[in-house]
């Protein structure tokens, strides 16, 4: 799906229209497109076929790149992924082309964060202003982490708080997949600052004071949210961990419960058993009221085993 936008000159708030054709100052936004219509925009405005299809893999690791002229940019960008009824947060490619008439965006899924850009919530937004909305994709991105990432706080400590109350498998696959999402977050914003970094150091693009200032703020939100990532990732760690040792341990005082018990029936079983054998002369078995006598005898064994082993702290 192709959509072409531009912003109007002057207009606060921004209000960003939608075009038929492609004019400079322009803003391509590629969404899921297909090969007829990466071959058209390819070959209207001459740029590389790989450029294109760069975030249409979804492996495809952020990077900038240029030739002839035009500039690749790819970063990854969070989404809410969703296998079998279970939602995920994940990241994807996004990939940024600009060129000296216009800028293009290729995305194999709608993203929140060029959806602010098409509605007007971005402050100071303008498509002939390339670098300047690249640098806003950023910020507008690294924004977007942090926002998961405050969703990832709370639901952490939503399951610590259901784990005290017990322990089930359904909260402890749900530590799982934030781990799992956590990871990604952090892998993604390392490799986005690596891009930031560079664009910094080598200047592919054509920047004013103000850019240069701007994407200085953007490697600031950027490395934040890295930042944050890596101490929710420790500490869904510390709490995987020590849940695990408090399952094991409560298993244990389970079985040492179970055990205990075991011994204290063993031994009216035991009785029981030498009195059932009717081979042997047993003391109390000639005496009236025999059995009252015996069982009592095997019930106050058991209650000062049971005391002993309750002193002991066996259970």
């Excluded at 891009?195 to 934040?224: G, W």
């Excluded at 055990?259 to 031994?267: F, R």
Aim: with cysteine; aromatic share 10%; charged share 25%.
């Amino acid at each position: 799906m192709m959509h072409i936008y531009r912003t109007k000159k002057d207009a606060e708030p921004v209000v960003t229209e939608l075009v038929d054709t492609a004019e400079e100052g322009c803003w391509i936004r590629l969404t899921n497109p297909d090969e007829t219509e990466l071959a058209r925009v390819a070959e209207s405005f001459c740029l590389p076929p790989d450029f294109l299809k760069a975030a249409l893999d979804e492996e495809e690791r952020p990077r900038i790149d240029a030739e002839d002229g035009k500039v690749l940019v790819v970063l990854d960008i969070p989404m809410v992924a969703e296998f079998e009824g279970i939602k995920t947060l994940t990241t994807i490619p996004l990939s940024i082309i600009i060129t000296d008439r216009l800028i293009v965006t290729v995305c194999n899924h709608e993203t929140p964060i060029l959806d602010d850009f098409v509605a007007g919530k971005v402050r100071h937004f303008s498509t002939p202003k390339k670098t300047r909305f690249l640098f806003q994709i950023f910020y507008r991105n690294a924004s977007s982490y942090l926002q998961h990432l405050r969703q990832i706080e709370k639901s952490i400590s939503r399951i610590e708080v259901e784990l005290h109350r017990s322990m089930k498998n359904e909260e402890l696959f749900q530590m799982m997949e934030l781990e799992k999402s956590l990871i990604y977050f952090s892998t993604s914003l390392k490799s986005n600052e690596g891009v930031l970094e560079r664009i910094l150091r080598t200047k592919p693009l054509k920047m004013y004071d103000d850019d240069a200032e701007f994407l200085e703020d953007v490697i600031i939100e950027n490395r934040q949210a890295m930042e944050m990532s890596q101490i929710y990732l420790h500490i869904l760690n510390g709490m995987t961990q020590a849940f695990a040792t408090i399952i094991s341990n409560n298993l244990n005082i389970v079985m040492k419960f179970l055990a205990s018990i075991t011994i204290i029936i063993a031994i009216p079983t035991m009785i029981a058993s030498f009195y059932g054998m009717n081979v042997l002369d047993l003391p109390l078995s000639q005496t009236p009221l025999a059995f009252e006598t015996i069982f009592m005898f095997s019930v106050m064994i058991s209650l000062l085993l049971g005391l002993f082993m309750w002193r002991k702290r066996f259970f």
